[in-house]
């Protein structure tokens, strides 16, 4: 492994130039209170695994890293451990199930303090651990976790008790490109990230690091100080916290009246709670063209979000939703609401429904909505969304207070162009989804 000495952005290891492989994903932080575990791929090229990898852990054999997982550059994953001991274990992440063969470490870690625990013996002889006295202390705060804060995960020394960042990690590391040591300097170069850079370097373990230098430039040149076969080095890059998450108000802003759709306008014309949250491109919660979910269904016939929230929770536990989700109070219209919603490069997207009250089956909402900006690198202040009349393509009814009429078999959800909503040939948006950061 070339450049062994340099770490990277705030908790991740440097990227290092290689062909993709499976020893490339190191385990690089454990939550010993929510039985998550971080890996990290450490190199600079994508891997698909071909084979589920195995953890390895005294009171759980049965969680894998399944087989056709993606990782990018630098991509972190989470992985739940249900039975992962708080106070003495260790864990080892495997190439295949022969757990008495210690070359088929990928990399690991032994935490408390009762010595030669599980599988550390043989990760010792096998070169993945420092010794068989050797292990990590135990996190004495809920909040804290075992972090990997050196050059590899193969020693105690290179692991820390730290504050958690699981989830945190942005998918798009820092990568050295240059690491030149010449006559007691060393010249480093990277990309990615957003300037300002700050450029540390560290001559212990555990690392303590100053910064010698802050800059907009890819490259820096340190004095190396001591012995350099004890130094280390990072560069922090701007885009750290302003990426990584986001919280938004979401400003409901209805219009929808007697003036702006006077055909056929309902009494007590309102909105049902606006309910929805975040969550990444594996899940599609609704969308123009597809058939509603029971969920959906409840929610632009009733109004009611139970059936919608228990399609969210079942999404979250898959890993596809945050487990965080907004719900508001109904409203009349003209009026407002405001909620307020967290995102992440985890789950960046945003799905949000009300029902339009009364109708047969007539809704508003976005789906899928990213509010961060791909070419900025950073998220958007503020989006703004019209919002358009939805048929959810289950009751047939043709007025705001048509009696039920099933629609069988369902009809795909399409955006409503005609009568009643319908105003001199074209359909006034009912309202606007704003979307403003404020943290």
Not at 190 to 199: F, I, K, N, R, T
Not at 300 to 309: D, I, P, R, V
Not at 358 to 381: A, K
């Amino acid at each position: 492994m070339k450049n062994p000495l340099l770490i990277g952005l705030i908790t991740s290891v440097a990227l290092v130039p290689s062909q993709a492989a499976v020893t490339d994903l190191w385990i690089t932080e454990v939550d010993l209170a929510t039985r998550q575990v971080e890996v990290t791929h450490v190199a600079d090229e994508t891997i698909t695994l071909e084979t589920a990898l195995p953890f390895c852990h005294r009171f759980d054999y049965a969680t894998s890293i399944p087989a056709e997982t993606r990782f990018g550059p630098g991509e972190s994953k989470l992985f739940t451990i249900a039975n992962l001991n708080q106070s003495d274990s260790d864990l080892w992440l495997y190439q295949d199930r022969n757990f008495g063969n210690g070359a088929k470490i990928i990399s690991g870690l032994k935490w408390g303090p009762d010595a030669n625990v599980g599988r550390t013996g043989i990760a010792t002889t096998a070169g993945k651990w420092s010794g068989t006295d050797h292990a990590v202390s135990t996190p004495a705060l809920p909040n804290e976790t075992l972090r990997l804060i050196g050059p590899t995960p193969f020693h105690s020394q290179h692991w820390s008790v730290e504050s958690s960042t699981l989830g945190q990690h942005p998918d798009f590391l820092l990568t050295f490109t240059q690491f030149d040591l010449t006559e007691g300097a060393v010249q480093l170069a990277w990309e990615g990230g957003l300037p300002p850079y700050q450029v540390q370097m560290s001559a212990s373990l555990p690392p303590q690091w100053l910064t010698h230098e802050i800059t907009s430039d890819l490259a820096a040149t340190l004095v190396l100080e001591g012995n350099p076969e004890r130094h280390f080095f990072r560069v922090l890059s701007n885009d750290f916290h302003s990426t990584t998450t986001a919280r938004y108000t979401l400003q409901f802003i209805a219009t929808w009246s007697e003036s702006t759709h006077p055909d056929s306008f309902p009494g007590d014309p309102h909105f049902s709670p606006i309910v929805g949250g975040a969550h990444n491109e594996q899940i599609q919660f609704w969308a123009p063209g597809t058939l509603a979910t029971e969920g959906i269904e409840s929610m632009a016939e009733t109004g009611s979000t139970s059936a919608f929230l228990s399609e969210w929770d079942n999404a979250s536990a898959a890993g596809q939703a945050s487990s965080v989700t907004f719900r508001g109070s109904s409203f009349d219209s003209p009026g407002g609401e405001d909620v307020e919603v967290d995102v992440s490069k985890q789950f960046p997207l945003v799905t949000a429904v009300s029902m339009i009250a009364p109708s047969p089956d007539w809704f508003v909402g976005v789906h899928d909505l990213s509010l961060f900006d791909e070419q900025t690198n950073q998220w958007r202040d503020q989006v703004t969304v019209l919002l358009k009349p939805y048929d959810a393509g289950t009751d047939s009814g043709t007025n705001y207070t048509s009696g039920n009429a099933d629609t069988d078999p369902p009809e795909v959800i399409t955006e409503i162009t005609g009568v009643p909503l319908q105003n001199g040939g074209t359909v006034t948006p009912l309202g606007s989804f704003v979307f403003t950061r404020i943290q």
